[in-house]
């Protein structure tokens, strides 16, 4: 990667970049980086109550924080003038497709279509919760307009992954005005209802306490009005719990 620097007059090179070539494997690493891949937990969150137990934090990424540690990663080594000046070099060199790049790696890592970005403002929020730790898969949905929540105002996440048991982790691309967090469909389940929401007789067995007697309540509704299975169940049927959050920023 540093070959330029031990050609002849290598400390009378005028364009550095006429020697450099992009290099997929540091082009994938400074990209997770700018999502914070490889950053520790202690360096999100260095302090245990900047996220309290049932919380939810935004944030918007520092393009600057991000720019100097990738910096860092490149200046690795760096023991000559000619090596610091290659690390600067690199650095511009491979911003734009450092950036491209990033916005991608959540679609190439699920297979999905990609979707050129209308910005690279980047934002997101740390959620602690129990809600994390019960629910795996947990979903997410982001838009840019707190009262439009369309498909068309809807954001692309860039990360979503938890970072520890509790606390879940999402980066976005644009600026958060509302997140809607729900229950997996796989979490959905079926619950006896009471007469005022279903419209129907609830009737358990009498020899298995808290068993519906299917039989009795279809023969039920059977005299009063034709019911499909399909619309028996759906009247069961526990809707996906959804909660609306909203960034309230200071300043």
């Known amino acids: 990667m540093k070959s330029w620097y031990q050609k002849e007059q290598k400390t009378q090179i005028k364009n550095v970049r006429e020697y450099m070539d992009t290099d997929s494997d540091i082009l994938n690493f400074l990209a997770e980086l700018e999502i914070l891949y490889h950053v520790p937990y202690a360096y999100l969150l260095p302090k245990d109550d900047l996220l309290l137990e049932e919380q939810i934090g935004f944030f918007y990424l520092d393009s600057e924080w991000i720019r100097c540690m990738q910096q860092g990663a490149l200046s690795i080594g760096c023991a000559s003038e000619v090596e610091k000046r290659w690390s600067k070099e690199a650095g511009r060199f491979y911003r734009t497709a450092v950036k491209a790049r990033s916005g991608h790696l959540r679609e190439k890592m699920f297979g999905l279509p990609e979707k050129d970005e209308k910005t690279f403002v980047r934002s997101g929020f740390l959620l602690r919760s129990e809600a994390v730790r ?118």
Request: proline fraction near 4%; glycine fraction near 6%.
């Open 134 to 251: 019960c629910w795996p898969g947990i979903e997410v949905k982001c838009w840019e307009d707190e009262k439009v929540r369309t498909e068309d105002t809807r954001l692309s996440i860039l990360r979503l992954e938890k970072i520890a048991k509790d606390t879940l982790l999402c980066i976005v691309s644009g600026d958060i005005k509302a997140v809607e967090l729900s229950q997996p469909p796989e979490g959905i389940y079926m619950e006896a209802k009471n007469k005022e929401e279903t419209g129907m007789d609830i009737i358990f067995r009498k020899e298995a306490k808290g068993v519906l007697d299917i039989k009795a309540m279809t023969e039920v509704l059977s005299r009063t009005k034709n019911v499909t299975p399909e619309e028996f169940g759906a009247v069961f049927l526990h809707k996906q719990t959804k909660y609306i959050f909203t960034p309230k920023y200071k300043g």
